[in-house]
């Protein structure tokens, strides 16, 4: 077992069989299966989420859920050559009242996406809600 501790804020922690990671500002802890190599890279840009990238696939959890958000192959991994997106709020222009125009229903839908680069001349965009 092995606990580490990011930017005093982010944990990572391997067991025999499963990865922690967590966020512990927010009190938020995520278990995923997981067999360790030891060569894995963290990236915690994103606030919503942990990534962790080993051997040209990145993997994405998002911090409070048991569960791989998605996950991608790349061979040009940087946190400057991708983007994960967790539930922002698409803009809602204002109808000539000043008042917002109506969404669905009041909520919103889950909206999570992650861009990355394919191939060094190719972005891909994934829906990671459905």
Not at 40 to 52: H, I, Y
Not at 72 to 77: G, K, P
Not at 87 to 104: A, I
Request: glycine share 6%; with cysteine; net charge negative.
């Amino acid at each position: 077992t092995r606990i580490n501790i990011f930017q005093n804020r982010f944990l990572v922690a391997n067991t025999s069989q499963t990865l922690l990671m967590g966020d512990l500002d927010k009190s938020l802890i995520s278990e995923i299966p997981w067999v360790s190599n030891g060569s894995e890279k963290f990236f915690f840009d994103n606030e919503s989420v942990c990534m962790a990238y080993n051997v040209g696939e990145l993997t994405i959890v998002e911090y409070g859920s048991n569960e791989i958000l998605g996950s991608c192959r790349t061979e040009h991994m940087s946190p400057h050559l991708l983007s994960v997106r967790i539930n922002e709020q698409p803009y809602r222009p204002s109808n000539y009242d000043g008042e917002p125009t109506p969404s669905f229903g009041g909520q919103e839908p889950d909206n999570k996406k992650v861009a990355y680069l394919l191939d060094i001349q190719t972005i891909r965009i994934v829906d990671l809600a459905h």
